[in-house]
Structures are given as C-alpha cells and as structure tokens.
C-alpha cells in the first residue's frame, strides 16, 4: 500500500469523525408541545405570532429585550424572550423561525427567522417569500 | 403592432412589445443554435478525417458564434427595457423603479433568476470566442472543450427560453409581459400602463456598489471552470491525458477569479448586509467556496501530474467537481430548497424540476465515463518519496477537498431532509461548527504553502538542506508571530482553550506562508517575475488567513449597552441562553453617550432624495486631554425596504484606519413620520413661579429684552431664562424666545430632550403685572432615539489585502503559463 493511500484513508477518516462529531452539534424542528418537553435543549421552532399576547418592547428602557407570544399549527402557545433588538415587521411577518431554548415557561430565543408577506400573492412563482435573518 | 395573441380582444395602449418578440426569438435561437454547434462539435471532435472534421469545424464555429451574438443581443435589450422602465415586463416591474440610480440598473438585471442565466450564459460565450479565436491551433481537445461548453450553453439557454413543451414550462423568460404572469384585475384595461406608475424596485440590501460588480465577477469565476471541465471530459473519452500544459492557464484564471468574486461578495456582506462581518457560513457562500477549493485541489494535483506523471485520477475528479459543484450551487441556490437557512437564496421560480434536471445530465453522464476510464487513469506504481514536493501537494490538495467536502455536506442539509423526509436544523452556532474544523485546515494548508516549494519534485534532495533553506524563513516567523502575539494579541476565548490556542497555532501557520514563500521568490527565485506565480499567490492566502485569524480572533463589542437605564443584569454565568447579546447601546440625539473607547453622539439625522435616512454620529475618543484625541463622523444609514417587507433595512458605515475598522450599524430607530398627537399646556406664570410636570418642574427665572447684540436690525426679541428641575437633581437651562420683526411674531420653543420636554413662550398676558403664558409639551417621541451596534475589526485590511495578492498570483500564473504555451 501507498503512503498516499495510508494518507488518504487517514484524512478520510478524519473527516468522517468531524461530520459524525458534527452531528452532535445539529439541532431539531419542534413543536411547541414537544419543545416543552425537552427543557434547556436547543432547538428551532416554527410559529406565527400569538396576537392575544400584546408585543413588550420599549428601546428606551432596554434596547435589549423583547417579550412576545407564539403559537404553532398545532395550537400550542409560548411566551417568547428575545434579548435584542426588535426585528423590523416581526408583528407583520406571517411565519417566524425561532432559535433557542426553552426555560420554564417561556423559551429564550437567540434568534429569529421572518418570513415575510408578500405583495404578489396572485402570482404563485413571485416572491412569496422574503427570508430575513436576525441573530446576534 | 399593439396587439398581443391572447388578448386580440383589447387593445392595449402604450406597450412597447417589439424588444420582447425579439428577446423571445433571440432565446429560441440560442437554444437551437447551442444545440447545433454541441452536435456539430461533437462530429467533429469524433471525425476521423481531417477535412470531415475542418466542416464541422466550421458549422460548428458559426453555430457558437450566432448563439454568442443571440446571448449578447439579449442582454442588450432586457437592459434596454430595464433602463426605459418599461413596466409592461414583468422583469423590469419586479426588479426596478424609477427612483434607481443609473449604476443600479445593472444590479436589477441580475436580481432575477433569468437576468443572472444570461449574465452566466454571456462569460460562456465571450470565453467560448476566445476559445475559437486560436481555432487554428486547435488540438484534438479543444473540440472536446467546445463540446462541453455548447451544452451546457444549450442547458442555460433552455432556463430562460420560456417555452411550453406538452404543457410543461421550460425555463422562465425575462421578457414575459406583466399582464401575462399575474391575474390583476386592472391588468385586463387597455390602459392599465398609465396605472402602474412605477417598478417594484431593487432590493434595498443589493442597492450597494459591490452588487454591480461582484455578480458579474462571480459568474466569470462559475463560467471559467466549465472549461478546465471540458478539457478533463475531453481527455477521459479520448483517453488521452496531454491536454493538462492547455487547460492549466484557464484553470488558473478561473481560481483567481472565481476566488475574487467569492470575496466580493463578501466586502458586500461587510459593508452592507448586517451580519456583523464578511463571512457567516451562509449556505451560498459556502455553495461558492465548494467550487473554489476543489478547483485550487485540482490545480495543485494536476501540476503533479505533469512533472510526475501520477495523480491522474484526482485531478480528473477534481476538474469535474469544480464544474460539477457549480451547478449543484446553482441548484441549492435557485431551487428555493435553502429557504429556512439562507439569507440570500434567490426566490423560487417554480422550476425546480428543470434545475435538477440541469443538474443530472451533467452529473451523470460524468461519472458514468469516469467509472468507465477508472482503470486507465491508474498510477504506475512505484513507492511514493516522503520528502518530496508533490507527496506534500497531494496531501495538501487531498485536505483541501476533504474539508469542501465536509463544507457541503453541512450545507446540504436541507437537501436531506427534503429527500428523507428528516427534520434536522442547523447546530446552535452554525458558524463556529465550521470555525473549529477549517481552523484546523488553514493550519495544515498554510504550513504545506509554506514548505511545498522548498521541497524537490520526485524528492532525492541532499539530507538538511531543506531543514537549512527553512532556517531564515522560520526565525522570521518565529519573530514576527512574537510581534502579532505580543502587540496584537487574540482575544477571542469565549469559545475555550483548545480554539484559542488553535487560532495562535493557525496565526504562526499563516505567517510562515507568508514569509516563506516571499523567501523563496526573493531568494531562490531571485524575484524573477515569470516564476512569482506560485509564490504571489501563496502569500496573498497567507495573507487571507492572518486576515481572517486577525480580524475575527479579535473582533471586539464597543456597543456593550452602558447607558444604565433598566439595563438587565448580565449573567455572570454566562447562563442566559441567548448568550450575551446585549451589545446594542441607546443613542439618544444629542446626548453624549459612553461606549468603550469612545464617547459617542448622535447628532442629526438627515434624508436624502432617495429617502435613505442618514444618522450623524460623532464618535470621540476617550483619555487623557493632553493627547490628541481621535475623533471622527460616521453615517449609518437605513433605506425603506421594498419588495412587499415593511419597515427599513440598516447600511452600515466604517471608519477605516490602517490596522482597524470601526464598523456600525442602526439596528433600531424611532420613525417620527406619525404626527405628534400630544398638545401644549398652557400655563400662566410670572418671575420666581415654577411649573411642575410629570418629571419636575420648570422655573421660570428671569426675562430678557434682547439678550442678544448680534440680532437683526428691526428684530426684538423676549427670551425667557428657565430652568428645569428634574426629580433625580439634573438641572437643565432653556431659554424659549419670542422674535418680532415688524409685525411677524415668531416663537422659538426650546426643548430638554433627556426630559421629553418641549417649552414655548406663548404670549405676554398682562404686561403690568408680568404675567406670561408659557406652553408645556410632553412627548415620549420627542427624544430622537437610535439603538447602534458597534463592532472593532482590527487587521481586517490584511485580508482584502491578501485577497488582491492572491489573485494577483493566479493572474501572474496564467499569464506566464500562456506565454510558455504560445511559444511552443
């Protein structure tokens, strides 16, 4: 056998390990339900805006913080801590991508994912969708 | 000529239809003409007789040379219908406006999927000309090559053709008229153009300098690579390996400037996307770095080849991949599949099918004749020599593909999920999941870049003196990484030990590319010009490296939130699962705030004709008075999103200096467009009498006659000398004025902004007894506020640097490589 091959089977393997090590990094979609039930775990969660939970958000007190409530498809709600600044359209975007963890009650979310409206609803190939990320 | 098939019925006024019916015939044309010349290439790459093959030659040539003049002539007119905004093309409505300055056109033509198929399609056929221009040198692969890049013409074509075939749609025509594509109402009047009074307009984030340039550099880079592609396909179905010494000057030109562009994009993404950097492992970044590693991989192993005759079957592999990844970015990027993960995919045509298609007839037929020619690719076999050159390159390439590998991996997970219905999401900090891997890689290739040169192809050097020639190189970088650790430092520990001291490891590892290879050009090349290829252009990805080490191991918060109001307490375990992000700071206007080394002001917020909303902020630094201290103006601006989204997306602003960028953006601000709902209260005072309000109150302490000497002659002025006394024992003067200039009276109010305050002297009640009527105003949107982020990236310079560097080698390389073949 070559050393080349030696080599090669090596880096493979190294590189198999990092996608494997990798793997333990990635995190899941949940549901609001089933991300109750993993306390502290990171995850990502697909919601829309509870409108019955009013949007808390005041830059002069703390730029920094923002309390909102969610729901999912499946009629769980959630509060929703976010330590940054407001998206911009957040309470007008139609789907929102969170990222964070849940604590007790509320899930403390590390960022957000808009999808925003569009204006070209007639036409399905327009853009429907206008992905914004927001994250820390 | 007003007249359209479908709708014979109305007639429509004010259409310009002319420039469409040509771009659709125009299209068609170059489908079939890329088709034609693909068949006749193909003829002639396979003719056995000189003269059979000279006419297909022929046909050939003139086939690729219409469909050039058919591509050019598209572009020509979809920029025409662009630039005249005619908004009866659904193209020019959904990607212009009329407000749009004239270098931002560009950008609108390639917004859209369509526009950027012609852009690509356009670098085919200028490279492909070039190609025929020397057709009277042509080897046997040259053909092979035209092959190749006539088809995948005929697959771009058939993107933006447009056509129906047995009611499925094939591709999407940039010259589809509105009134086609959406089902408004107001589309079926005749007059409907004089309704639609202006374009959609451009995406505020692509209205930016860098979006009119790095397209179309990237898509000279995605164009490039066909070629080497079809030089490697060339040569597996002739079985014949002579065409490397060709194909290596494009290679090397595509590397230079499919790595320019990538980097393009990413001064964009630094100077205009708020990510807070250049580089997020976004997955169409990633989709565009793939290519570009494996490309480089490709031009290392086949370098190898030439001077030992081994490493055949990588540099195939490696060739086709390049061209292979290119297309899958296309698909990743085009598809909408990215959607939940990518900031900046392009929006879903619906063509999905079509792209994947696209995809598979080039994978395919690839592999199949790779598999098929596996064997006559084999080495000769012999024992590979451990101290020589291209036992270092090979490895070096080998990591290089390995880590791309792992790269697209991670950026294909969407892909999977789509395909086995999973549910997987991207890790929690998907940037430093590619971090702590390519960290390892930049140390491994930056110290083979380093070496490689020094080291003898087929080895058999005399034994020290390659540890000899590393001497000087090595004590120098042993000195230089002192001087980095020791004034520059790397800050970055949040991600523990093992990462710092791997950012340190990969610090020296980029220095000693530098160094060695600019070592190697002066000392042992003795700055020969022809030869500083290799060695430019390790240094510039040396330079890169440090770059990158330098100004992410040391980005540092200055907006770290300090103005003390309601400020959550940080978490001294670091527990708070959002991390720490409080690193916006509230700017109020005018008040001086303190952010780390500055002390920062908020000073006015200005609009221009294109409603960018301008904020002034002076940024002072702080210390000792007897030094002069730094002091300097940034304009972060917002612009009024379009595209359907609400609200404003944040441009940010840097300070350059030569070691550090100062780099900021709005991430909120108060919008004063809605009127002021909130009235003055009146109240009636005299000297000595105070007012209270919900804070404090106001005295009022004195009033002058014209205080001021410098006033217009026939100007009185009464100005009213106040205080304002705020419940935490601020105390604020406030002078509101009355001006009489003849019979015009005007009132001066003044304001505390800290208190939310406005005051206005009304009128004088009784002139006897000294009462005066003064108004009180309390406004939560009267203090002009902004929340900033504030970043300092020091040494970033050393990467755009290395970036020019690099590309400067590839160019050198080519260049020299050209010669070398045209004198052969």
């Known amino acids: ?136 | 000529m007003d007249t359209s098939t479908n709708a014979a019925a109305v007639q429509f006024i004010g259409e310009h239809l002319l420039p469409g019916q040509l771009g659709y015939f125009l299209t068609t044309l170059s489908l079939v003409a890329s088709l034609v010349a693909t068949f006749s290439f193909a003829k002639a790459f396979y003719a056995k007789e000189v003269s059979v093959q000279n006419d297909w030659k022929k046909l050939a040539n003139i086939a690729f040379i219409i469909e050039s003049i058919a591509v050019f002539s598209c572009f020509v007119i979809l920029f025409y219908v662009i630039s005249n905004h005619m908004f009866e093309y659904k193209y020019s409505y959904m990607h212009s406006d009329k407000n749009l300055p004239a270098e931002y056109l560009l950008s609108c033509f390639w917004e859209g999927q369509e526009g950027s198929f012609l852009l690509w399609s356009f670098w085919h056929c200028v490279l492909g000309l070039i190609v025929i221009a020397k057709s009277k040198k042509w080897k046997q692969e040259s053909y092979g090559v035209m092959l190749t890049l006539s088809f995948t013409q005929f697959c771009l074509a058939t993107m933006v053709v447009g056509l129906y075939v047995f009611g499925y749609k094939i591709g999407s025509s940039p010259f589809n008229l509105l009134r086609d594509e959406m089902n408004w109402p107001i589309l079926a009047r005749p007059d409907y153009l004089q309704l639609i009074k202006d374009g959609t307009g451009l995406n505020t984030l692509l209205q930016n300098y860098w979006m009119v340039i790095h397209p179309p550099i990237l898509f000279l880079g995605f164009a490039s690579t066909t070629i080497p592609f079809g030089f490697a396909v060339a040569g597996l179905l002739k079985k014949d390996n002579n065409w490397m010494t060709n194909a290596l000057p494009w290679a090397t030109f595509s590397a230079g400037i499919l790595g320019l562009g990538i980097m393009m994009g990413a001064a964009w993404a630094y100077e205009s996307l708020t990510f807070g950097g250049y580089w997020a492992w976004d997955p169409v970044e990633n989709a565009s770095l793939v290519p570009w590693l494996i490309l480089v991989s490709a031009i290392h192993t086949a370098l190898i080849y030439r001077k030992t005759a081994t490493g055949l079957r990588v540099t195939y592999l490696f060739f086709g991949l390049s061209f292979l990844f290119v297309i899958y970015s296309t698909f990743l990027t085009r598809s909408g599949i990215l959607g939940d993960t990518s900031v900046h995919a392009f929006t879903d045509l619906g063509m999905n099918g079509q792209l994947l298609t696209f995809l598979l007839v080039l994978v395919l037929p690839f592999f199949i004749l790779y598999i098929s020619r596996y064997k006559f690719m084999a080495d000769p076999v012999k024992e590979d020599a451990v101290d020589s050159r291209e036992f270092w390159m090979l490895v070096g390439s080998l990591v290089l593909f390995l880590s791309s590998i792992v790269i697209i991996t991670i950026t294909s997970i969407p892909v999977f999920n789509k395909i086995f219905g999973t549910k997987i999401a991207p890790p929690e900090d998907p940037a430093f999941a590619h971090n702590q891997v390519q960290v390892f890689v930049a140390i491994i290739i930056g110290t083979l870049s380093a070496i490689g040169q020094y080291l003898k192809y087929k080895g058999g050097a005399k034994k020290g003196s390659f540890l000899k020639s590393m001497r000087v190189p090595l004590i120098i970088t042993a000195l230089i990484s002192a001087v980095i650790f020791i004034f520059v430092g790397i800050a970055f520990n949040e991600k523990g030990i093992g990462f710092l001291a791997a950012l340190f490891v990969a610090t020296v590892s980029s220095v000693f590319s530098i160094v060695s290879n600019a070592h190697y050009w002066v000392v042992i090349l003795k700055l020969k010009f022809k030869s500083a290829g290799a060695s430019i252009g390790h240094i510039g990805f040396g330079m890169v490296l440090l770059g990158i080490v330098l100004s992410s191991g040391n980005k540092t918060v200055l907006s770290w939130n300090t103005t003390g109001i309601n400020v959550i307490q940080k978490d001294p375990n670091n527990k708070n699962p959002a991390g720490n992000p409080m690193e916006n700071i509230t700017l109020f206007e005018g008040v001086n705030t303190d952010m780390g080394k500055y002390m920062v002001t908020y000073v006015r917020d200005t609009i221009d004709e294109l409603e960018k909303k301008f904020f002034e902020l002076k940024f002072v630094e702080k210390g000792d008075n007897k030094i002069k201290k730094d002091s300097f103006y940034l304009y972060p601006d917002v612009l009024k999103n379009n595209k359907g989204m609400e609200g404003f997306s944040a441009n940010p602003s840097s300070k350059h200096y030569w070691n550090k960028d100062i780099f900021v953006y709005v991430t909120s601000f108060q919008d004063h467009t809605d009127e002021d709902t909130v009235s003055f209260k009146s109240n009636q005072i005299k000297i000595g009498d105070s007012v209270f309000y919900s804070n404090g109150y106001v005295k009022l302490e004195n009033v002058l006659v014209n205080p001021n000497p410098n006033r217009a002659a026939g100007v009185n002025e009464l100005v009213l000398q106040m205080a304002v006394h705020s419940v935490t024992g601020l105390k604020y003067d406030v002078s509101p004025t009355i001006r009489l200039e003849g019979m015009n009276m005007t009132m001066i109010p003044d304001t505390v902004k800290a208190q939310n305050l406005i005051l206005n002297f009304n009128k004088v009640v009784d002139q006897t007894k000294g009462i005066l009527e003064i108004g009180i105003k309390e406004s939560s949107s009267l203090s002009n506020l902004i929340t900033l982020k504030a970043y300092e990236f020091p040494f970033i310079n050393v990467l755009w640097i290395g970036v020019l560097v690099m590309t400067l080698g590839f160019m050198i390389s080519t260049w020299a490589r050209i010669k070398i073949n045209n004198a052969k």
């Open chain 1, 1 to 136: 056998m070559k050393k080349t091959h030696i080599i090669l089977l090596v880096l493979i393997a190294f590189a198999i390990v990092v996608l494997i090590s990798y793997t333990g990094d990635l995190s899941s979609y949940e549901t609001i339900g089933s991300a109750k039930q993993k306390q502290g775990k990171f995850l990502n969660l697909i919601v829309k805006m509870d409108k019955t939970v009013p949007v808390q958000y005041d830059p002069v007190k703390d730029p920094n913080l923002l309390k909102f409530g969610v729901q999912d498809s499946l009629g769980g709600k959630i509060n929703v801590v976010f330590h940054n600044t407001m998206p911009t359209d957040m309470d007008k975007s139609e789907r929102l991508v969170l990222k964070g963890k849940v604590q007790g009650d509320v899930f403390e979310c590390s960022a957000i994912v808009l999808k925003c409206p569009s204006k070209y609803k007639d036409n399905p190939n327009a853009n429907q969708e206008q992905p914004v990320t927001f994250t820390n």
